[in-house]
């Protein structure tokens, strides 16, 4: 199964695709800042404190979609035993992590304007925060368990229990009274944010998701290697 990744074919392939992410990633950015900045209004309620959206919403989306990927491959290794999937999600899980802590963060610098407090341990946030504290056992688990297989029996059973919580920070805001406001953007239905936020919003998030897909690469590149070493060392 490992030889497919020992290819150097696929080191190829992973440098191609982060070189190119490389050299339209900034221009990118600099393009969604000066729409999110700039560009878009002010909200007619919250100012310019409604600009601090354009990181937070994509930082919890990501944070959100990253673990419920690590969930459904952990339960896909579990079943059927594919040898790379934990690498894939060994690789993500520092991404939501990093992504889930900005938006508690950016969330607690918006709600200072918006609510008048930093910080309230409503169901919303308490709920991020405990997604954030299952990426931290996620990630502990692999460091200090040296046992691969044991290590990743038990990550799938941390992943599965924590995406117990996906659903709930979903529909906090509708299940209890939070301070957060009802979702703007909606697959099914109509989105009540206006164009002019919301193209920059989903630019923002496009952006974001190729600085992940550029961390995730050079992440998963990592593992690889460190497997390889592994099992060099385990022949001579």
Known sequence: MFSLFYNSNIFIWIERIIKFINSIFFIFLLIGLSFALIFSPPDYLQGDSVRIMYVHVPAAWIGLSSFSLIALLSILHFIFKIKNLPLITKSVAPIGLMFT??????????????????WAWDARITSMVILALFYFILMLTHKFISDENKANKIACVVAVLGSINIPIIKYSVEWWSTL????????????????????????????LILYCALIFLMKYKTEIIRIKKKNLKRYD
């Open 101 to 118: 802590c900005i938006a508690i963060v950016t969330g607690s610098i918006w709600g200072q304007p918006t609510w008048g407090t930093f």
């Open 180 to 207: 957060h406001q009802p979702a703007s953007i909606k697959i099914t239905g109509t989105s009540t944010i206006h164009p002019s936020m919301l193209m920059p919003l989903l630019f923002m998030f496009f952006v």
